[in-house]
């Protein structure tokens, strides 16, 4: 109460003991000072208001982005539409997302235009405008290697798909290198050291990966010598036989035919003798037929010459003089006169040449038993008696054993009998 009635009100006392400076001036500061000044130096010294409209503008060029980039792409569409190939239609297509990344570059650099930063915050979002625009210029080299890889059928003829392959894997690592090292020098990281310092571990490294270098110049030497492409049927005396699926940097991957995956090391393959059956200009067929020795001459002349008609008049066998072409009598067996069909199918596909040998094993057999009336030997042997020893001439005396048997066992009883008369 005796506070109350004071002639000093409460509000009064505390503006004098708060606004005091330290010179004896009272001077009043106002909340709005406060405020004006915490909204001037809001933000390491950034005007929160100046922060508020670049957030405004981004976010106005977040939403704009769809617009932008659909206009950015359908005018260098409209500019690509006049040429006469289709090359620049599929970079344009693969360098698209990398477009419509620029309209939040564009709302990130008037954002900070908008915040007009000084000293340390100006150097900070200038290399983030920087290394953005890095980013998406390596961004979009990096997706146009992919079209222009299967368009290049041109270096193919000199190079083999395998090798552009290669050849377009590394342009991909060297633009990603390339680009890390353009925005690690924005950063004023130095890559001249670095790349000394990752020599000395890689020389390190090396010692222990010699396997991984050497699997990496084995697939070089494969691919520089096309033993064999993706697709091919290949084998590889007691490693694997199957189709080749892919040639990477290490290793090689042939599908098995029950389907199995099976990894080989480049190293093994260029070292190894590798037969590849998908280079064969045509399948081969090698029967040797064998007839009974009471074939005659004639039956011999009708199957050769009716076996050499059928090759020469179906047209799914090849002809000399591109391949030999030999059906002879080749020698006397055990048990059979025996022929040696040899001969090669035009094609080349398992599937069908199958399909061609049996047919062609169902008219060797109708020649040899309908044609000839012969009919095919199969091992046996015959057992011819000269003479027989002169005890053979004679029968043999010979007594049952049961007989022998009761007359012993009967004698004793007679004997008993007469001795008891």
């Not at 000084?118 to 200038?126: D, E, I, K, R, T």
């Not at 004023?188 to 050291?193: E, L, Q, S």
């Not at 009974?292 to 009708?302: C, G, M, S």
């Amino acid at each position: 109460m005796q506070i109350l009635s004071s002639t000093t009100s409460p509000t009064e006392n505390i503006s004098e003991t708060v606004n005091t400076n330290p010179g004896g001036d009272d001077t009043v500061i106002s909340i709005w000072d406060e405020v004006v000044n915490v909204w001037q130096n809001g933000f390491m010294g950034i005007d929160i208001g100046k922060i508020i409209v670049a957030l405004f503008i981004l976010s106005i060029f977040l939403v704009l982005r769809g617009l932008i980039s659909k206009y950015l792409i359908n005018s260098i569409k409209r500019w690509s539409e006049k040429s006469k190939t289709d090359i620049d239609n599929k970079i344009i297509k693969a360098i698209a997302p990398p477009i419509r990344f620029i309209p939040i570059i564009i709302g990130v650099f008037f954002a900070v235009q908008t915040l007009n930063p000084q000293g340390f915050l100006a150097v900070f979002f200038s290399r983030i405008i920087r290394s953005m625009i890095a980013y998406t210029i390596f961004w979009a080299l990096h997706r146009a290697l992919s079209p222009m890889q299967a368009i290049s059928r041109k270096m193919e003829r000199i190079l083999t798909a395998t090798m552009t392959t290669w050849v377009f894997k590394f342009l991909k690592v060297a633009v990603v290198f390339i680009g890390s090292a353009v925005i690690l020098e924005i950063w004023g990281i130095a890559i001249g050291p670095l790349l000394a310092g990752l020599g000395l571990f890689g020389a390190a490294v090396a010692l222990g990966a010699q396997d991984l270098c050497k699997n990496l110049i084995g697939g070089a030497t494969v691919i520089a010598e096309k033993r064999f492409y993706p697709g091919d049927w290949i084998k590889v005396e007691g490693v694997v036989e199957g189709v080749v699926e892919d040639i990477g940097f290490r290793s090689t991957l042939v599908r098995r035919f029950d389907k199995a995956p099976v990894f080989v090391p480049n190293a093994d393959l260029s070292d190894a003798t590798v037969i590849n059956f998908s280079r064969m200009t045509n399948r081969r067929i090698y029967w040797k037929i064998g007839v009974t020795y009471d074939t005659t001459r004639e039956q011999l002349i009708t199957i050769r010459d009716e076996i050499i008609k059928y090759l020469e008049e179906n047209d799914a066998f090849e002809k000399p003089p591109l391949v030999p072409l030999f059906v002879r009598i080749e020698g006397f067996n055990d048990s059979s006169i025996d022929f040696m069909v040899y001969c090669f199918t035009k094609t080349t596909n398992w599937g069908e040449w199958l399909e061609i040998r049996e047919e062609f094993a169902l008219v060797i057999k109708d020649i040899i038993e309908n044609k000839a009336g012969t009919s095919f030997a199969f091992p046996s042997q015959s057992i011819y008696v000269e003479s027989l020893p002169d005890t053979m001439d004679k029968p043999e005396l010979f007594t049952p054993p049961e007989a022998k048997t009761k007359s012993k066992k009967t004698a004793p009883k007679s004997v008993a009998k007469k001795e008891g008369k």
